[in-house]
């Protein structure tokens, strides 16, 4: 057996089998730094950054894990892993400047040296089009609300395509639709900043037309293409069993689990938000959008709790009842929501179900003898893989499980207060340290491929 010890060890009979690809999560923004190199242009979250009182002590992606300019380090991270996959998104801005136009060759060769190396590591790349880092010359012409968007992000995608598909044929659309539109243009709270009903649902329905512009574009230049797009699925539980809190919950979950799997797999809007986005819709739309994908990526934490509020949703986030046990950060634990989660993907969609993120924050600390003991997120991560054992043993067709994150990184507007990454990062050197989690992971990914049969013959 793999692990020793009581903390970190790893039960082989617990896991999926040895064809089950293990990877790790990052994004351009959170880790790479290096801002204003290399004719990188400014991106939503540069500007969101620099305005007063948006992000947690006033951090910003300027540095951040440097990965930029320690890629290769990072790859040999992994590679000491032994993950079998690494999932990073493309910035665009960095790649396309001014978000439209011509290239820019030294942004695009930073990817070429990356997925060389993560290849000469035995490393599959996924490379994800958006997390988040809209070039802020495109929010300059309105973003996610113009609808000339679509071409805009096909035409990026053909760009990514065509550069990396000779070796990339993994390819994700968008990570957390429904986070971004949601926190970027009806809360308000991530950039751009904008909290207006209409604003969100436009934004809704430019990026449903721009995930399915991508994928078509995408099958056209890259051979032997896998695609899909990353959603969030969660159950939204209402925080109490008044009525203005059940109502609440059921509203959440329409934007948040259901604005963007369902129109992409479906054709069509839930009949909840069918009449709200009626006004942006064009002949033909429904049928851009739902374009076939070869499998859905999941991210998952933690259910919601949902409370009424005055906000534009009149519904916003709610705590957990007290016998809930929470993450040091307060996030609940329940890793049966994440197996029912996986199963009801399986049961709704049909599709091969790659998680594509999994993980939690914690407050860890460099011990005196220079390691980091981050007992509490082993035990997370022990008990979600466990859940996902679960639902594989039921039925689910779960292919794959990604940690977020491999480093601890920009963790949007609460800046560098939360550490997600099984990779400690000392922001005053950049020196990486391994923590005790990232021993227990590659532990984990060991026993794994040395089981012969699948979880489910056990
Ligand atoms: C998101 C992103 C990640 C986060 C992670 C932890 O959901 O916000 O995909 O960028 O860092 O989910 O919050």
């Given at each position: 057996m793999a692990g020793t010890g009581s903390q970190g060890s790893v039960k082989a009979e617990e896991l999926p089998n040895s064809s089950f690809l293990w990877g790790v999560s990052t994004s351009s923004f959170q880790i790479e730094g290096a801002t204003h190199s290399d004719g990188r242009g400014d991106s939503i979250w540069d500007t969101y950054c620099r305005q007063q009182g948006r992000v947690k002590n006033g951090d910003n992606g300027d540095i951040a894990c440097d990965h930029y300019h320690r890629f290769a380090e990072d790859v040999a991270l992994m590679q000491g892993l032994g993950v079998g996959a690494y999932r990073f998104s493309i910035s665009w801005p960095r790649v396309l400047p001014r978000g439209r136009g011509g290239g820019n060759e030294p942004g695009l060769s930073f990817y070429d040296r990356l997925i060389d190396a993560l290849l000469a590591a035995g490393i599959e790349p996924w490379i994800c089009l958006y997390h988040w880092d809209l070039p802020q010359a495109l929010d300059d012409l309105g973003g996610w609300e113009n609808r000339d968007i679509a071409g805009w992000f096909a035409d990026y995608a053909a760009l990514v395509g065509r550069r990396y598909g000779d070796r990339v044929k993994r390819f994700a659309t968008f990570n957390e639709p429904c986070v971004f539109t949601l926190f970027g243009y009806g809360f308000g709270s991530n950039a751009p900043g904008i909290a207006d009903k209409a604003a969100l649902h436009r934004a809704i329905h430019h990026v449903n037309l721009s995930h399915g512009a991508a994928i078509d574009v995408l099958r056209s230049c890259v051979q032997g293409a896998s695609l899909g797009a990353i959603h969030n699925r969660q159950p939204c539980f209402a925080e109490s069993t008044s009525a203005g809190d059940v109502a609440a919950a059921l509203r959440f979950a329409e934007y948040?689990?259901?604005?963007?799997p369902h129109p992409q797999h479906f054709g069509c809007y839930t009949p909840a938000l069918a009449e709200a986005m009626e006004p942006y819709q064009q002949p033909g739309d429904m049928a851009q959008i739902a374009r076939r994908v070869d499998w859905f990526g999941l991210n998952h934490y933690s259910p919601h709790y949902i409370k009424a509020d005055s906000n534009l949703l009149g519904a916003t986030f709610g705590a957990p009842p007290d016998d809930v046990p929470r993450t040091s950060i307060g996030w609940p634990i329940v890793p049966g929501a994440f197996r029912d989660t996986l199963l009801d993907i399986d049961r709704r969609f049909g599709l091969p179900i790659y998680v594509l993120e999994n993980g939690t924050a914690a407050d860890d600390r460099i011990d005196d003898a220079g390691h980091v003991q981050d007992a509490g997120r082993i035990a997370y991560l022990q008990a979600y893989t466990g859940a996902m054992n679960e639902a594989i043993s039921a039925g689910a067709d779960v292919r794959g499980y990604f940690v977020w994150s491999l480093l601890d990184n920009f963790e949007w507007a609460s800046g560098y207060s939360q550490r997600f990454g099984i990779v400690y990062v000392d922001y005053a050197t950049q020196r990486r340290i391994p923590k005790e989690s990232a021993r227990w992971y590659s532990n984990c990914i060991a026993a794994s491929r040395r089981l012969r049969f699948p979880a489910t013959m056990r």
């Open positions: 948040w689990n259901d604005a963007f």
